[in-house]
């Protein structure tokens, strides 16, 4: 084998890990290790997810002014003694127990019985009715049935959450299975979405971008490692690209019914889709090649080497 050959298996499967491992670090990194600032309603669909979420720290109020004092010429009248406090349970209990006594049926003839009896309905929340309905509640936190899981809402967030920069991806993948556009069809299947799956799917592509990144820089289990990342390129450019034209409304603007529009050529309308296609088919190209130079599979595993044609028979 010439030079020329073996630098040409050598020298550009050496170059496509170069640009797969700068492009894939880069995103795994981001998506793990930075953040994003999201509003309440996507907040609200992360918390829905699972997601832990720490609301914004609300500043205190500033204190009040105080009272001003009151003039010479203004009487003043001594507030009455405040009752000692009681521990609540105590105080419901001992409500209670009275309540019941006034209620037992009692000797007729026994002039202790001639004070009035409270009614178990007394208007303005009289002793008899706090006594039972105190002790019923009591009774229903110990009885109840177990609490529903929490469905939150934008209302749940005062304002712009701080979030991991992974949960953007979450974030897509739900637009993909809920599209907002009238005719538009969801773009991945229901399992996709139960639950905590969009957020587990998102953590899942930011390691796979990182971890393969590595991976193919250094050389190791390179076929591997670069047909999990044309996975991955193949999935992003289906939701965000390809997807949303042939699932979306029909009056949808594209060019051949599964690119973008032309839109005379505009870099802003392409730049995405043209990344991702760009970076698909360098893992696939890598995929069906060899590791080339420098690359930790040919000290490992040996380097392949070509068969040897037979000697032609006499």
Known sequence: MMIRDKLALSIPPLLLRLVLAATFI????GKIFST???DPEQAAILANMGVSITPPTIDP???APADPAPTPDTPTEP???ADPPRDAVDRVLEDAEDDRRRH???DADDPANDEDVIDDEAPDGGVGAFAHGAFLMLAQDGDGDEATEKIYTSADFTGPVVVRQVYSVALTLHRAGHPEADGAQPLIPDWMLDDSRPAQLAW???LTELICGVLVLIGLLTRLSALALAGTMAMALWVTSIGPI????ADTAS????LPPLENFSPQAWNMWLWQFALLLSALALVFSRPGLLALDGLLFGARRPHSKPAPAK
């Open 246 to 249: 042939v699932f979306g409304p």
């Open 104 to 106: 037992e049926p009692q």
């Open 26 to 29: 880069w995103a795994g990194y």
């Open 61 to 63: 109020l500033p204190d």
């Open 255 to 258: 060019f051949l019914g599964v």
């Open 79 to 81: 507030l009455p003694e």
């Open 36 to 38: 994003i600032t999201i």
């Open 204 to 206: 899942a592509a930011g």
